[in-house]
């Protein structure tokens, strides 16, 4: 069922196992499986059951099993806690000038001058257009925002594919970065608007695609959106 993108869930009650199905939309497909399933074992034919990923606490050895099978959201995760370890998170100007979205000439003292276009566009440096998503700034920054990109992230890639994330967050962190831009235009950085970017399509996508179900953990969009209204409460109001 889970191969045929059914969600579902199976319980045991009074000795007998009892198959819930998410979508009543898809009862009858599902019922329509599991007799072709039943046909096939009476027939004797071996059957393999391929497993819905489980999103939940786990020993160490699961956890690097888990690490390898979602590989685009580990190697986001070091690039960033790299950048961190490389910036000083933050606090070195002259190495977090390479990952802005525009060039600054550091005067000391937490002071810049900026000199470069939007987005590296006018000099070629093309990369400026996504790289402060990786920049942070304080230990607190980039530890809540790497725990819900692994929450997230693994997500996408596991019920989706490698390259559904990598778009997303290529998509996303362009636009939220010229969003904040045109903003604030100042010096900036965070992967705070791909995060959101990604919680609203966790959440919205199985709407209009049932048979997709990223298992989110109740009362995580709450917190999330809560989250984001303090931080606008405290920046424009």
């Keep these: 069922l889970w191969r045929q993108k059914i969600p579902n869930r199976v319980v045991e009650e009074r000795g007998q196992q009892v198959l819930f199905i998410a979508d009543s939309a898809l009862l009858t497909q599902a019922k329509s499986i599991c007799e072709q399933f039943d046909q096939l074992a009476e027939q004797g034919v071996e059957l393999t059951v391929k497993k819905q990923p489980v999103f939940g606490a786990y020993p160490g050895a699961s956890f690097f ?18 950048v961190a370890v490389i910036t000083s998170l933050g ?6 000038r390479w990952f802005s979205f525009f060039d600054i000439h550091p ?18 440096q093309y990369w400026r257009i996504i790289s402060p998503i990786f920049l942070h700034f304080g230990a607190l920054h980039i530890t809540f925002n790497m725990l819900w990109f692994w929450e997230l992230g693994r997500r996408i890639e596991l019920v989706q594919s490698f390259w559904s994330l990598l778009l997303l967050v290529a998509v996303i962190g362009v636009l939220s970065n010229t969003a904040q831009y045109i903003a604030a235009q100042q010096l900036f950085g965070g992967m705070s608007g791909v995060l959101y970017g990604l919680l609203g399509y966790c959440w919205i996508w199985p709407k209009i695609d049932p048979k997709t179900q990223f298992q989110l953990p109740n009362g995580i969009v709450g917190f999330m959106l809560e989250c984001l209204g303090k931080v606008f409460h405290r920046q424009f109001i």
Excluded: K
């Design 107 to 124: 005067l000391g003292e937490g002071r810049y001058i900026r000199q470069g276009s939007m987005g590296g566009l006018g000099e070629g």
């Design 65 to 82: 099993s888990h690490l390898f099978r979602t590989p685009l959201t580990a190697v986001l995760i070091l690039i960033t806690v790299l």
């Design 91 to 96: 606090d070195d100007l002259n190495m977090v």
